[in-house]
């Protein structure tokens, strides 16, 4: 599955380069700061990191040192909570450092919860689900609106709302779409279909291999038809005819039978089977 991408503007927008009103003073100048000093954001909503991956940074810290500073804020007792960059500071740790270059802002325990959470949601390593759910959260806890979520993220008002959307799919598809099973784009698919049709067009997608644009035709072609009928239902009564000569075929087959008349007054009409063993039931039958 693609990595999910186009979510690094939304820290621009808080940490530096555009003017978004965070009430937090301009950032000071960098200051090298012992890691003792240091701590984690206590609302950090990230609360596993890979060890395997932190030793590889710490690795690469040793032999290049620290190459982008972290952002942090000044607490009441001589301490700096982290605002972004704890992985960077739990490698340095481990790389036996000392000190850490940072930046330091002024900003409000609100502001800080929610630049914890666009910076979570901008790791390229999330699924669209993680994702999703990471723009619940800004919603949820940070009283944000769509329109002002989506500045903050670096995202359209129509991605935020397709990304917000997957979480209203069922159990089974985020499952997928969290695996890498289906990709985004089979996710948005299948929320146009039918609620009770999705987990069956989930397998369908699975099983065959389909698509993206082979998805998206199939329920094109399904909520066509779970629409047709209905419509024609409304349009068209048919004879009195017609439902007795149903009735009768039904007391000689027990599948299903349907009976459409065209516009230019001709027709057909359907006998479904099960299976190949029916097709000799229904000769049979057709023969006496």
């Known amino acids: 599955m693609k990595k999910q991408k186009g979510l690094g503007r939304g820290l621009d927008a808080i940490f530096g380069t555009e003017k978004i009103d965070l009430k937090?003073?301009?950032?000071?100048?960098?200051?090298?700061i012992e890691i003792s000093k240091i701590i984690p954001n206590p609302t950090q909503p990230r609360t596993e990191f890979n060890e395997e991956a932190l030793d590889e940074l710490a690795d690469s810290i040793r032999q290049l040192g620290i190459i982008q500073p972290i952002t942090v804020r000044k607490a009441d007792d001589e301490k700096y909570i982290i605002i972004s960059g704890e992985r960077r500071w739990r490698?340095?740790?481990r790389a036996d450092l000392t000190s850490l270059p940072a930046y330091v802002r002024e900003v409000d325990d609100e502001n800080l919860h929610a630049m914890a959470l666009v910076e979570n949601i901008q790791r390229q390593d999330l699924n669209a689900i993680e994702i999703a759910l990471g723009m619940q959260r800004l919603l949820d806890e940070c009283n944000l609106t769509q329109d002002a979520l989506s500045e903050k993220v670096g995202k359209k008002r129509s991605s935020v709302a397709n990304y917000l959307r997957l979480l209203k799919l069922p159990n089974e598809i985020q499952l997928a779409?969290?695996?890498?099973?289906i990709s985004m784009g089979h996710a948005k698919?299948?929320?146009?279909?039918?609620?009770?049709?999705q987990v069956r067009l989930v397998k369908k997608c699975l099983k065959k291999g389909l698509s993206v644009r082979q998805t998206e035709e199939l329920v094109r072609a399904l909520n066509e038809q779970c629409s047709t009928p209905a419509r024609e239902q409304e349009e068209e009564e048919y004879p009195e005819s017609y439902l007795r000569l149903v009735e009768r075929l039904e007391q000689l087959f027990t599948s299903e039978i349907a009976i459409k008349r065209s516009k230019n007054g001709g027709g057909r009409i359907t006998i479904g089977f099960s299976d190949d063993s029916e097709i000799e039931?229904?000769?049979?039958r057709l023969s006496k």
Do not use: T, V
């Open 24 to 32: 937090a003073a301009p950032m000071s100048k960098m200051l090298e």
């Open 91 to 93: 490698a340095a740790q």
């Open 177 to 181: 779409l969290k695996e890498g099973l």
């Open 189 to 197: 698919a299948i929320a146009g279909a039918p609620i009770e049709e």
């Open 281 to 284: 039931r229904i000769i049979e």
